[in-house]
């Protein structure tokens, strides 16, 4: 069994999702291989290898889109490398890369996945419909290679210790008019603290705040006092409280925090798919049948705005 | 300016989904439009006001012949649909899916966009846009939060892990965008009216040159089961001293 994996880095490292792909790869296949779209292959190939892989199949991107790119790269090389599985992180590239590939190698496509299993030639992925309430399986049937989007977070990375990947470049690559998307700048948001996906505690807010302004108020501090990450409901990121990047749920990222502070969240299907692994949940909402107490360690049936000021004080008072 | 607007028909997202035996999703009865599509639909009405001419097309791909959410977009402004409806669709997959609406593009005549939503709300496999772009050798243009047209490209905001990158693509092109990108405005009385008598092309597969060969299922759900359930705990009032219960739980797990 040989598995691919759709690399993305962050900066001069491997994203964490594609570590994440890695270590289950290795658990089921005795050959797991990346293929890479971005100028910096090289920085990639030693943490890659400690997470088990072997080789690097690397096309530079330059101005173009990853996806694009990705998916002409994995297109040029399957059929001299007969991958079994080609494995895509939920994200925007991953997304951009798994769709432009089943296109042009006519395979279709699971996505969301959130667990896989491989049972001799049977491959199943897992994945939570209806806001995480039902787990369905689904396997392929047809010729591989099969071709699977897995939402981050839904397996541990774990390195084994291996030596650096082999970088083996590839070019020449055939973009056809995919190829003229052209970035012309990027913009990167400034973020203080710890990442959302990797912090061990998040405060959330949502349309019960009433404003922006409240945001920053009693989400932004709390988190802070908490050394934490700050999150936010859809309805919140729609209305332009607060930048896309702070979204959790189906759409948003999927975070599991030690603890997750609800503040002002309805609890939507959508909202807890993104937030319903984390170990512990507390709640603030003022309408009691709010479904995000269903899934609450400790709900608070109360205003935001009397509870939060009250906690961000005694919190403050501790030092 | 001829725009083409994706639009999915789903059930009401507020009703609880559910499977058919066969564990496709149920697309019974009433179908509404897509919520996430009606940002597609605002953003082709305004770009076709802007260059003063042209259509916007709606394309949309149902099991069950349904109308009313492809009637909702024609009431907010849209000139025309093409509705593909066939048993041969039931349980389609997205590359299927997409198969099915790059012809329907095809058949809308001279396009010089389509627009779509980043994902649907009740599949949200989310892979349909730059799958209909391939199929087409046209670029993409994925998760716009802001959209422009100028000199004969399309230029956005497309949405990333850490921000937004700026991005330009020459038209023709696909674009999908996310929720939020316009506000989609309300059909008016008038608008309802003229919906009715507004051209639906239905089409079936065979029509659009698509036979059983590129419909054939090749993913099979195989098991369905409950998500383990996570259990409520404690839920107090607050009667001015809730906070204190706050700290107490945030030492309990030694976080502060
Ligand atoms: C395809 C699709 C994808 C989606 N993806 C996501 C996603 O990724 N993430 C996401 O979050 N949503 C997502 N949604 C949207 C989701 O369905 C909900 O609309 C959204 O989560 C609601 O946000 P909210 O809880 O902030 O707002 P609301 O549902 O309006 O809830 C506000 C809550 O605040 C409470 N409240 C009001 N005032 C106070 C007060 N003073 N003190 C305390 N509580 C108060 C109210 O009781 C209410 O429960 C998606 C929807 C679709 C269709
Ligand atoms: N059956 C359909 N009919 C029309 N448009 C669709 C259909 N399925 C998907 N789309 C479009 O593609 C987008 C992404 O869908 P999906 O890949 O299913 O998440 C949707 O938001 C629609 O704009």
């Given amino acids: ?319 | 300016m001829n725009v083409v607007v994706c639009v999915k028909q789903i059930p009401d997202p507020a009703v609880p989904g559910e499977l058919n035996p066969d564990h496709t999703l149920k697309r019974e009865g009433k179908l509404i439009l897509d919520e996430s599509d009606s940002y597609g639909v605002e953003m082709a009405l305004q770009l076709r006001d802007a260059a003063g001419e042209g259509e916007v097309i709606l394309v949309s791909m149902v099991p069950n012949q349904e109308v009313s959410g492809l009637r909702q977009a024609l009431a907010m402004g849209a000139d025309r649909a093409i509705l593909v409806s066939d048993d041969a669709l039931h349980g389609a997959d997205a590359l299927t899916t997409a198969k099915v609406l790059a012809r329907c593009v095809e058949r809308a005549g001279a396009v010089d966009l389509v627009l779509a939503a980043t994902e649907s709300t009740d599949g949200y496999t989310g892979t349909v846009p730059a799958q209909i772009a391939e199929l087409l050798g046209w670029p993409s243009l994925t998760f716009a939060k802001h959209v422009e047209l100028a000199d004969g490209k399309a230029q956005i905001q497309r949405q990333t892990e850490a921000g937004y990158d700026d991005v330009v693509a020459p038209l023709p092109a696909v674009v999908s965008v996310t929720a939020g990108v316009v506000e989609p405005r309300y059909p008016s009385f008038k608008g309802i009216m003229a919906a009715k008598n507004k051209p639906v092309d239905q089409v079936t597969t065979a029509d659009l040159g698509l036979g059983p060969d590129d419909l054939a299922p090749r993913q099979r759900i195989v098991n369905v089961a409950a998500a383990p359930a996570r259990q409520a705990g404690e839920k107090i009032e607050d009667d001015g001293t809730a906070h204190e219960r706050i700290v107490a739980f945030l030492e309990e797990l030694k976080v502060v």
């Fill in chain 1, 1 to 319: 069994m040989k598995i691919w994996i759709f690399a993305e880095a962050e900066g001069d490292a491997p994203s964490t999702a594609t570590l994440e792909l890695c270590t289950k790869a290795r658990e089921l296949a005795d050959t797991v291989e990346c293929v890479y779209a971005g100028s910096n292959a090289d920085a990639l190939a030693g943490p890659l290898g400690e997470y088990g892989v072997t080789t690097l199949y690397a096309a530079d991107v330059g101005d173009r889109l990853v996806g694009v790119v990705g998916a002409a790269a994995i297109a040029a090389l399957v059929d001299e490398h007969r991958p079994d599985i080609i494995l895509f992180a939920q994200t925007y590239d991953g997304r951009d890369a798994i769709a432009r590939l089943s296109a042009r190698l006519d395979r279709p496509v699971l996505t969301n996945g959130s667990s896989l299993t491989v049972d001799g030639d049977t491959v199943k992925v897992g994945t939570a419909i209806f806001g995480g309430n039902t787990l369905v399986d689904a396997v392929f049937e047809g010729p591989k290679p099969y071709l699977a989007a897995i939402r981050p977070k839904s397996f541990s990375a774990e390195p084994a210790g291996g030596g650096a990947a082999a970088v083996v470049p590839v070019s020449g690559l055939e973009l056809g008019r995919a190829g003229e998307a052209t970035v012309l700048a990027r913009h990167v948001e400034e973020r203080e603290g710890p990442k959302l996906e990797e912090a061990s505690i998040v405060v959330s807010g949502g349309r019960g705040l009433g404003s922006a302004e409240a945001y920053e108020q009693l989400v932004e501090p709390l988190a802070k006092l908490l050394g934490g990450a700050s999150g936010a409901s859809r309805a919140i990121v729609d209305a332009g409280w607060v930048p896309y990047s702070k979204q959790v749920g189906q759409t948003g990222k999927t975070v599991k925090p030690k603890v997750y502070i609800a503040l002002g969240i309805s609890g939507a299907t959508q909202h807890m798919v993104g937030m319903k692994g984390s170990d512990h949940i507390i709640a603030v909402n003022k309408d009691g049948e709010a479904p995000i107490f269903s899934v609450a360690d400790l709900g608070i049936v109360g205003d935001v705005h009397k509870v939060v000021p009250k906690l961000l004080e005694a919190l403050q008072a501790r030092g």
